[in-house]
């Protein structure tokens, strides 16, 4: 079973539109964290926002916000008045096993593309 | 503060040749990763390194693959002999052992092999 599933192949969004994107994760440890990167088309990987498994309340920066709900094991990606320089494809991931834990590599998702229109 | 540096940006190589690609991780990170993307696979960890020591290389597909940390800002990832199913954008990463371990990539290589 894949550990990282991102079901929207693509989204299209209005400028100054709020945007969500999907994601749902898989994993029996109870302690674990959840990234989302941007990569834009020149290349470079972009980290975003990271939210913890016991963090009680939902990770914000900026524009953008994790909807993390533990329960339903998803961790949507919103982004709040959309513009064009977020036109790129948007990966999440997940790092099982706590900081004190010793570490665990990350578990990437195989990304959204999302066009924002004028 | 400087990101992660990658060198060369771009290369394009023929069959058969070495070919190294180049890595400076973020001062005072302890973790360093290589990955590989392509359209057909995704983005796939290669190699990491926590205190210039290979952790897990499990993700390093044959022996044609080498990758070495000779200190804590500098890493290599070679492949000889290169191989046209070798083109693909090569990222090095790095991350601090504290907090939520949030890893920082650098630019990426772009390979070609022809």
């Known amino acids: 079973a894949q550990k990282i599933t991102q079901t929207q192949p693509g989204m299209f969004v209005q400028e100054k539109e709020a945007v969500t994107l999907d994601c749902t994760y898989d994993?029996?440890?109870?302690?674990?964290?959840l990234f989302w990167y941007k990569q834009p088309s020149s290349g470079e990987m972009i980290f975003l926002i990271y939210?913890?498994?016991?963090?009680?309340q939902n990770a914000t920066e900026g524009r953008y916000s994790l909807n993390f709900q533990k329960a339903r094991k998803s961790a949507n990606l919103v982004i709040s008045a959309s513009q064009l320089g977020d036109s790129a494809m948007y990966f999440c991931?997940?790092?099982?096993?706590?900081?004190?834990?010793?570490?665990?590599?990350?578990?990437f998702g195989k990304g959204t593309m999302l066009l924002v229109s004028p | 503060d400087a990101g992660v540096i990658q060198s060369p940006r771009h290369e394009v190589t023929e069959m058969g040749q070495e070919v190294t690609l180049r890595c400076k991780p973020i001062?005072?990170?302890?973790?360093l990763f290589w990955y590989r993307q392509t359209m057909m696979r995704g983005l796939e960890l290669l190699i990491y390194?926590?205190?210039?020591?290979?952790?897990?290389d499990s993700g390093m597909p044959e022996d044609r693959f080498s990758a070495k940390m000779p200190n804590a800002s500098f890493s290599t990832l070679k492949i000889q002999p290169s191989e046209p199913r070798d083109s693909a954008v090569y990222f090095c990463?790095?991350?601090?052992?504290?907090?939520?371990?949030?890893?920082?990539f650098g630019p990426g290589t772009r390979l070609t092999v022809t």
């Open positions: 990463a790095s991350s601090p052992r504290r907090g939520s371990y949030e890893q920082y």
């Open positions: 939210q913890g498994s016991y963090d009680q």
């Open positions: 390194f926590n205190n210039n020591v290979p952790i897990d």
């Open positions: 001062s005072g990170h302890d973790y």
């Open positions: 991931a997940m790092r099982e096993g706590g900081s004190g834990s010793g570490y665990s590599t990350l578990t």
């Open positions: 994993t029996s440890d109870p302690s674990y964290g």
